[in-house]
């Protein structure tokens, strides 16, 4: 589910499972290539992409409408958890955005440090408005730590689809190119961080985003 490629001192992890949406299987295959990454030694980046049409569609609410008994829950807090280890990362991720982010998808890509998009196809979207799902706690403080504030208004409570370069202009990403640089860009943008020193980055993050950590790493009451 999850492809690993190198490019020099960056990894690229491909997310290749449809619409990439998080479960439990997607979340291991995950979690476990960033395992590798975190236990390399000497300079290292990743970047983060998918395939075809979707970076990532978000949660996977028909796997959750199915699953037993608090596990739905359980599912929300890794992928709650996993936006904290990427806010967190000791090593630079970057986005690649191939195609659609929305929802869980879409903060998957803000808990990223920089984020490269498509600029021809494919929009950036936070729906809960529109799909009658509040934002826990941690996913809220993440969106409002990552956007501009007039943009984190707009996005969450309109259900707005931005496109690469409306993306760009609100202050989402960091830049839009062809869907054939998408991933070249984000691997050059990756290489420039590869260097930093782990413990020091660290360190900055998480100082930057420590309220935000905190509450992503909270349980959550259904």
């Not at 291991?28 to 236990?39: G, K």
């Not at 998480?206 to 509450?215: D, I, K, R, W």
Request: glycine letters at 10%; one cysteine or more.
């Amino acid at each position: 589910m999850i492809e690993t490629s190198r490019e020099g001192a960056v990894t690229v992890l491909r997310m290749d499972a449809e619409e990439n949406r998080f479960n439990p299987p997607n979340l291991d295959s995950l979690e476990a290539a960033l395992d590798e990454v975190d236990a390399s030694e000497g300079e290292a980046a990743i970047v983060i992409t998918g395939t075809g049409k979707f970076f990532s569609n978000g949660l996977d609410l028909e796997w959750m409408g199915g699953a037993p008994e608090g596990e739905p829950q359980r599912n929300v807090e890794r992928v709650q958890a996993l936006l904290a280890r990427l806010m967190a990362s000791p090593v630079a991720v970057i986005a690649a955005m191939n195609g659609h982010a929305f929802a869980a998808g879409a903060m998957l890509a803000l808990a990223c440090d920089e984020r490269v998009m498509r600029e021809d196809r494919g929009f950036f979207c936070l729906p809960e408005v529109d799909i009658n799902i509040p934002f826990s706690p941690g996913m809220s403080a993440l969106i409002r730590a990552k956007l501009p504030i007039r943009t984190a208004r707009e996005a969450m409570l309109t259900g707005r689809r931005y496109g690469g370069g409306d993306a760009v202009a609100a202050g989402i990403a960091d830049e839009a190119v062809a869907e054939d640089e998408v991933v070249t860009r984000a691997v050059e943008r990756a290489a420039v961080l590869a260097g930093k020193n782990r413990m020091v980055v660290g360190a900055i993050k998480a100082e930057m985003y420590g309220p935000t950590l905190e509450a992503l790493r909270q349980p959550l009451e259904f």
